[in-house]
Nanobody
């Protein structure tokens, strides 16, 4: 299975951006799908995920209230709507699906700067 992210770019502080993750197979194969990010000089960190069974959604504290994760099972896509962006949100954002092992996308760069 392949995951391909898109939608990154340069946005001003306070702005919004929506990231997309397209799966080459049904996303229902994954136990959970989610987003991670890695800022410059930082370790990769969890952002948000949706668990397949039951639809439970989890967010990291910094994402709660600003970011919204969603999925479109018919299109095999996962989205991350990001609002009120801050410079510290600057990072490469990765999509991850988990099923027997972790499947990662190549990442998409998000830069928040004026």
């Amino acid at each position: 299975a392949r995951l391909v992210e898109s939608g990154g770019g340069l946005v001003q502080p306070g702005g919004s951006l929506t990231l997309s993750c397209a799966a080459s197979t049904t996303i229902l194969m994954f136990y959970d799908v989610g987003w991670y990010r890695q800022g410059p000089g930082k370790q990769r960190e969890f952002v948000a995920r949706i668990i397949r069974d039951g639809g439970t959604i989890n967010y990291n504290d910094f994402a709660e209230g600003r970011f919204t994760i969603s999925r479109d099972d018919a299109k095999n896509m996962v989205f991350l709507q990001m609002n009120s962006l801050k410079p510290e949100d600057t990072a490469v954002y990765y999509c991850k699906g988990r099923w027997l092992k972790d499947f990662w996308g190549q990442g998409t760069q998000v830069t928040v700067s004026s």
